[in-house]
């Protein structure tokens, strides 16, 4: 049995190198024209994300991208995202956006990388119980960076905010799970509960066909971690119901673990009925605690409409066109207004 979901999962991740020709083609010339732009006079583009070295022990062995936009209030918002498999922050950022809303908005931006001396794929190891174990491996590193950030460049520590794509998203519901003090809002992105899986093939069988929660629900596995946090941050789930692979099954469970967790029953639910899909709250204290966006017919990855310049989508597969554009509503979930000097 184990064999075969081993095999399952190479094939699965095997469909998607046939992307990976067009997508580093694609990356370099980017690159060259991003290049371009960080050479030009003051009040030209803002430069491309940059990496930084030196951000603490950093036992998951990761690295660091980070955006600066040329003018920040006194002290900025910071908005971490965590891509998914056969992503790069590169890539990412060139197809969804973010650098230009944190040029807008006046928020610091910071990309962890995968390497792939870490997984093949470049997918974060949400899986391994040593990679999302408090204070260890790729979770600690990715604190070390938001540490760093918060210190060198002045962030307000209440907004800390927090996003990822499949495997990212994955890594997000951990970080989200063991640090909760640490963010102001989260966002998680086609991907899955913590505490789902324990190895790539158990992962690859919830990502497939869903898992049944742990004894004691899917709060559990967040409440063991961090069992003295009473206030958590308000957690947005997207997921496409043809999203084949990860099934949209995880996206309730994911649901279910935050409703759990800031104990809130599920029938208190708000639907509310968009072009787009399905979208459903719930509140608590006044304020939308939980929120899922089911996109009807939505495949697998980031949903992004156009941003008036197409912002080179081409260039990642994994951000895909749509009705609602993620990276725009999390900037008004999170109170991110247009920056005005």
Known sequence: MKARFAKS???LLKTQ???????EKAWKSSQTKTRSTSTRSKGGADPPLREVVGFGSNPGRLGMKLFLPKRL?????????????????????A?????????????????????????????????????????????????????????RHRID????????????????????????????????????????????VSALRA????????????????????????????VSIWQGTEDRVVKSVNAKACVAQWLEVAGIPEEMRRTVVQPWGTLVRWEQDGRFRVSLYLLQGFGHGLP?????????????PYVLDAGISAPAELMRLWGLKRFVP
């Open 157 to 200: 520590r209440s907004r800390v905010y927090i996003a990822g794509l499949s495997a990212g998203g994955s890594m997000t519901s951990a970080l989200i799970a063991t640090y909760p003090g640490l963010f102001a809002g989260g966002a998680i992105v086609a991907g899955m509960p913590f505490g789902t899986a324990r190895d790539a």
């Open 95 to 151: 197809s969804s956006g973010f650098s230009r809303l944190a040029a807008q908005r006046g928020f610091v931006l910071l990309y962890p990388q995968q390497k792939n001396a870490n997984n093949a794929h470049g997918c974060f190891n949400w899986f391994r119980p040593s990679a999302v174990a408090r204070d260890r491996g790729e979770l600690m590193s990715v604190r070390q960076m938001i540490e760093l950030a918060i210190d």
């Open 304 to 316: 992004v409409r156009d941003l008036g310049k197409g912002r080179g989508r081409k260039l990642d």
């Open 73 to 93: 209030p006194a002290k900025p918002p910071l908005v971490v995202i965590l891509h998914g498999c056969r992503q790069t922050p590169e890539s990412f950022d």
């Open 9 to 11: 999962f190479s094939r």
């Open 17 to 23: 190198k046939k992307f990976q020709s067009l997508f």
């Open 207 to 234: 990502m497939k066909s869903g898992t049944a929660p742990p004894r004691g629900g899917w709060g559990g596995p967040v409440k063991a971690v961090s069992p003295a946090q009473s206030v958590w941050p308000p």
